[in-house]
């Protein structure tokens, strides 16, 4: 199992199949689980509020932007 570190971006699968690609953000004062960043269109949530089943698949690098190839 793969333990999801801060500012750090993520293939997630959901229970449906469907995969995303999440950014896990830094803790948030008072908050017990972690916040995620969908970085397909920019929601953010926290995991404990998710009502359905997911799993990280692989640690994803950031896009090269800004970055010379």
Do not use: H
Not at 17 to 25: K, V
Not at 33 to 38: A, K, L, Q, V
Not at 64 to 69: K, L, Q, Y
């Amino acid at each position: 199992m793969i333990e999801a570190r801060a500012n750090t971006d993520y293939l997630v699968e959901l229970c449906s199949g469907e995969q995303c690609r999440w950014r896990c953000l830094a803790a948030r004062a008072g908050d017990k689980g972690r916040w995620w960043r969908d970085l397909g269109d920019g929601r953010e949530f926290a995991e404990n509020d998710l009502m359905y089943a997911w799993r990280i698949v692989a640690e994803i690098d950031p896009p090269n932007e800004g970055r010379a190839p």
